[in-house]
Protein backbone atom coordinates (compact mmCIF):
# COMPACT_ATOMS: atom_id res chain seq x y z
CA UNK A 1 0.00 0.00 0.00
CA UNK A 2 3.14 2.31 0.81
CA UNK A 3 4.64 1.81 -2.32
CA UNK A 4 2.04 2.09 -4.54
CA UNK A 5 2.32 -1.84 -5.78
CA UNK A 6 -0.31 -2.24 -8.28
CA UNK A 7 0.84 -6.13 -7.83
CA UNK A 8 0.76 -6.14 -4.45
CA UNK A 9 -3.07 -4.87 -4.86
CA UNK A 10 -4.06 -7.72 -7.71
CA UNK A 11 -2.41 -10.76 -5.62
CA UNK A 12 -4.11 -10.24 -2.63
CA UNK A 13 -6.56 -12.82 -4.65
CA UNK A 14 -4.53 -15.11 -3.08
CA UNK A 15 -4.88 -14.29 0.62
CA UNK A 16 -8.93 -14.46 -0.22
CA UNK A 17 -8.52 -17.83 -1.16
CA UNK A 18 -6.99 -18.96 1.64
CA UNK A 19 -9.58 -17.46 4.07
CA UNK A 20 -8.70 -13.80 4.95
CA UNK A 21 -11.80 -12.07 4.94
CA UNK A 22 -12.02 -9.71 2.10
CA UNK A 23 -12.95 -6.98 4.89
CA UNK A 24 -9.22 -7.16 6.45
CA UNK A 25 -8.00 -6.88 3.22
CA UNK A 26 -10.26 -3.49 2.17
CA UNK A 27 -8.78 -2.44 5.45
CA UNK A 28 -5.17 -2.74 5.25
CA UNK A 29 -5.08 0.94 4.13
CA UNK A 30 -6.22 1.64 7.59
CA UNK A 31 -4.91 -0.96 9.88
CA UNK A 32 -3.85 1.59 12.62
CA UNK A 33 -7.52 2.54 13.12
CA UNK A 34 -9.46 -0.32 12.62
CA UNK A 35 -10.31 -3.17 14.76
CA UNK A 36 -9.99 -5.98 12.53
CA UNK A 37 -6.59 -6.93 12.97
CA UNK A 38 -4.82 -8.77 15.78
CA UNK A 39 -2.38 -7.03 17.75
CA UNK A 40 0.97 -9.47 16.35
CA UNK A 41 -0.84 -8.31 12.43
CA UNK A 42 -0.43 -4.72 14.15
CA UNK A 43 3.18 -5.27 15.65
CA UNK A 44 4.23 -6.58 12.39
CA UNK A 45 2.71 -4.01 10.06
CA UNK A 46 4.03 -0.92 11.99
CA UNK A 47 7.40 -2.86 11.73
CA UNK A 48 6.78 -3.49 7.89
CA UNK A 49 5.36 0.24 7.30
CA UNK A 50 8.97 1.65 9.56
CA UNK A 51 11.20 -0.92 7.23
CA UNK A 52 9.32 0.67 3.95
CA UNK A 53 9.76 4.33 5.23
CA UNK A 54 13.15 3.77 6.90
CA UNK A 55 14.91 6.94 6.19
CA UNK A 56 11.92 8.85 7.85
CA UNK A 57 12.77 7.75 11.29
CA UNK A 58 14.54 3.74 11.23
CA UNK A 59 12.68 1.19 12.93
CA UNK A 60 11.93 2.71 16.59
CA UNK A 61 13.13 0.59 19.45
CA UNK A 62 9.57 -0.15 20.55
CA UNK A 63 8.49 -1.15 17.56
CA UNK A 64 11.33 -3.40 17.64
CA UNK A 65 10.38 -4.56 20.96
CA UNK A 66 7.19 -5.24 20.59
CA UNK A 67 7.59 -7.48 17.56
CA UNK A 68 9.69 -9.42 19.48
CA UNK A 69 6.83 -10.37 22.34
CA UNK A 70 5.45 -12.33 19.30
CA UNK A 71 8.49 -13.50 17.25
CA UNK A 72 11.56 -15.26 18.63
CA UNK A 73 14.80 -13.67 17.08
CA UNK A 74 15.21 -15.89 14.12
CA UNK A 75 11.72 -15.68 13.10
CA UNK A 76 11.71 -11.78 13.36
CA UNK A 77 15.05 -12.25 10.98
CA UNK A 78 13.05 -13.80 8.81
CA UNK A 79 10.10 -11.32 8.78
CA UNK A 80 12.73 -8.47 7.98
CA UNK A 81 13.90 -10.22 5.10
CA UNK A 82 10.29 -10.92 3.94
CA UNK A 83 9.75 -7.09 4.07
CA UNK A 84 13.11 -6.17 2.58
CA UNK A 85 13.01 -8.11 -0.69
CA UNK A 86 9.45 -6.88 -1.17
CA UNK A 87 10.59 -3.18 -0.85
CA UNK A 88 13.75 -4.30 -3.21
CA UNK A 89 10.78 -5.28 -6.10
CA UNK A 90 9.15 -2.30 -5.53
CA UNK A 91 12.05 -0.27 -6.24
CA UNK A 92 13.13 -2.20 -8.92
CA UNK A 93 9.81 -1.78 -10.67
CA UNK A 94 9.67 2.15 -10.13
CA UNK A 95 13.06 2.39 -11.34
CA UNK A 96 12.50 0.40 -13.95
CA UNK A 97 9.28 2.23 -15.35
CA UNK A 98 7.60 -1.22 -14.93
CA UNK A 99 3.55 -1.42 -15.29
CA UNK A 100 1.84 -3.98 -13.88
CA UNK A 101 0.54 -6.43 -16.53
CA UNK A 102 -1.60 -8.81 -14.87
CA UNK A 103 -1.95 -12.47 -16.63
CA UNK A 104 -5.50 -13.26 -17.10
Known amino acids: MINGCAYCVDITEHVLKIGVPDRKIFA ?19 L ?9 AGVKDETYENVL ?28 KMIYKPAD
Not at 48 to 56: A, M, V
Not at 83 to 94: C, D, E, H, L, Q
Open 28 to 46: LSVWRESDLFHEVEKAVMQ
Open 48 to 56: TDEITLISL
Open 69 to 96: KYFDEKLLAQIVMQIVVINSWNRTAVST
